[in-house]
């Protein structure tokens, strides 16, 4: 199947999922993760008006982003950061995911050079307390969001979670809820959070039963990742 034949499946999952569990029209953004994918499958998914592309590294996001110039995609960054890595992120992101310290946040917001356009921010929780995983503690979130909350040129919008893998559907919505929890908490706090990055492939409907706002979705929409990532087109 085409690429554009899955991201109308991949909508179809989407707004059946919003129906089922009682969320909003609509109230579900598909952000198309396109790591390691050559540059015709990025260009047949903005082809299908598929906007929103996600990215792990930052030097391909840069090599993409040069060679699809002429399109108007919202570039979301969503892998690890290092700190010197943030300059080329802070230019063409307009979404970062990944937010778990407060250096990293630092550096993004005085490397901004779109002054009038504020990076929005998700912070990255760990939420199963995995060793393998990124993500702040959840513990250390209100005081993450609370230091982020006061730089200039970042709009602090939410909290992105990749919990561990299940299979369950049951235990899925567990780790999403907990997710979900905390961005309350944040909220009673005083915060004005809006956005849940969470869920993927497998297990999206549990996110969205949840209060996921913006989906991850790279397989289901791409297929298998090449195994070395191709630029050329």
């Known amino acids: 199947m085409s690429i554009k034949d899955n991201l109308l499946i991949i909508g179809e999952r989407i707004r059946a999922a919003e129906a089922k569990y009682g969320r909003p029209a609509g109230s579900v953004k598909l952000l198309a993760v396109s790591k390691h994918q050559p540059i015709f499958a990025l260009q047949e998914a903005l082809q299908a008006e598929q906007w929103a592309l996600g990215e792990n590294y930052v030097q391909e996001m840069a090599e993409k982003a040069q060679h699809l110039a002429d399109y108007p995609i919202e570039w979301h960054f969503i892998g690890p950061i290092q700190s010197n890595k943030t300059r080329p992120i802070a230019e063409l992101a307009t979404w970062v995911h990944s937010v778990d310290r407060l250096k990293i946040a630092e550096r993004l917001s005085a490397q901004n050079p779109k002054l009038d356009h504020a990076i929005q921010i998700c912070l990255q929780v760990n939420i199963s307390a995995e060793d393998t995983k990124s993500g702040a503690p959840a513990e250390k979130i209100l005081e993450l969001a609370e230091a982020v909350q006061k730089l200039p040129n970042l709009q602090l919008r939410g909290l992105m979670a990749i919990p561990a893998a299940e299979e369950d559907f049951a235990k899925q919505r567990q780790a999403f809820a907990a997710v979900r929890a905390l961005l309350e908490s944040l909220n009673k706090q005083g915060f ?22 913006i989906v991850r979705i790279g397989t289901a929409i791409f297929g298998a990742r090449p195994s070395t990532m191709r630029i050329r087109s």
Do not use: H, K, R
Not at 199 to 211: F, K, V
């Open 192 to 213: 004005q959070l809006d956005t849940l990055s969470m869920g993927m492939t497998n297990d999206l409907e549990a996110a969205i039963a949840e209060g996921s706002s």
